[in-house]
T-cell receptor, first 113, second 114 residues
Framework: GESVGLHLPTLSVQEGDNSIINCAYS??????FIWYKQESGKGPQFIIDIRSNMDKRQGQRVTVLLNKTVKHLSLQIAATQPGDSAVYFC????????????FGTGTQLKVEL | ETGVTQTPRHLVMGMTNKKSLKCEQH?????MYWYKQSAKKPLELMFV???????ENNSVPSRFSPECPNSSHLFLHLHTLQPEDSALYLC?????????????FGSGTRLTVV
C-alpha cells in the first residue's frame, strides 16, 4: 500500500548549521509533494512544495529535492535558527482529480544553541 | 494566523456529552477537511467537503458527524466518544478539491475524552 515515512524521528543540529530532513515515499505515481512545519500548539504550516516534473525547488532558506528514481524527498534548511525547531512532515498526493494527501509521521528538529 | 480558525482550542468532554468543533475560513477556498492527529501517528484524513458536498468519508465511526453549511464553515459534531478519540483535530482548506496548492491548516482543537 501507499506509505510515506521519514528516516529519522529526531534530528538535532547546531544553530547556524544546515539541516537535512529526509522522506521516503512508495507511490511512484505521486505527482505533488509538500513539506509542512508544525510548531508546538499549532497546526501544520506550508513550507514548500514541488511537482514531479521538477527535481529541485528553492525558497527562502529552504530547498526541496526530489529523487523520483529512489522515491526520496528531502528538505534542506540553511543556517538553521532556533525558530526552526518544530516537527516537519512530508506529504504526497497522487495524480488525477483526487485531493488526498498522505502524510508521514514527522521528524522532530531540535536546534541547539 | 493562517486564515483557518478553529474553536475551541481545547475541549474536555465526558463520554456521554455532545459537543461540536467549529472551523472557519475566509480564504475563498472551496474544499475543507477534517484530520485527526494522534501522538506518533501520521495525520489521518477523516472527511472531505468540496463545495459543501461531502466527497470523502474515511471509514470514520458514526459518533463523528461532520456538517458543512457553506464553503466557509465546517463543523464536527461529537457524541458518545471514547477515550481513544482523544487527539488533536485539525481543520484544513484548499483552493479546490485537487488541493493543487496544498492545504492551509488551522491550529486545531485539542480534545480530551474522559
Amino acid at each position: 500500500g501507499e506509505s510515506v515515512g521519514l528516516h529519522l524521528p529526531t534530528l538535532s543540529v547546531q544553530e547556524g548549521d544546515n539541516s537535512i530532513i529526509n522522506c521516503a515515499y512508495s507511490n511512484s505515481a505521486s505527482d505533488y509533494f509538500i513539506w509542512y512545519k508544525q510548531e508546538s500548539g499549532k497546526g501544520p504550516q506550508f513550507i514548500i512544495d514541488i511537482r514531479s516534473n521538477m527535481d529541485k525547488r528553492q525558497g527562502q532558506r529552504v530547498t526541496v529535492l526530489l529523487n523520483k528514481t529512489v522515491k526520496h524527498l528531502s528538505l534542506q534548511i540553511a543556517a538553521t535558527q532556533p525558530g526552526d525547531s518544530a516537527v516537519y512532515f512530508c506529504a504526497e498526493k497522487g495524480p488525477g482529480g483526487g485531493n488526498k494527501l498522505t502524510f508521514g509521521t514527522g521528524t522532530q528538529l531540535k536546534v541547539e544553541l | 494566523e493562517t486564515g483557518v480558525t478553529q474553536t475551541p482550542r481545547h475541549l474536555v468532554m465526558g463520554m456521554t456529552n455532545k459537543k461540536s468543533l467549529k472551523c472557519e475560513q475566509h480564504l475563498g477556498h472551496n474544499a475543507m477537511y477534517w484530520y485527526k492527529q494522534s501522538a506518533k501517528k501520521p495525520l489521518e484524513l477523516m472527511f472531505v467537503y468540496s463545495l459543501e458536498e461531502r466527497v470523502e468519508n474515511n471509514s470514520v465511526p458514526s459518533r463523528f458527524s461532520p456538517e458543512c453549511p457553506n464553503s466557509s464553515h465546517l463543523f464536527l459534531h461529537l457524541h458518545t466518544l471514547q477515550p481513544e478519540d482523544s487527539a488533536l483535530y485539525l481543520c484544513a482548506s484548499s483552493l479546490n478539491r485537487q488541493g493543487s496548492n496544498g492545504y492551509t491548516f488551522g491550529s486545531g482543537t485539542r480534545l480530551t475524552v474522559v
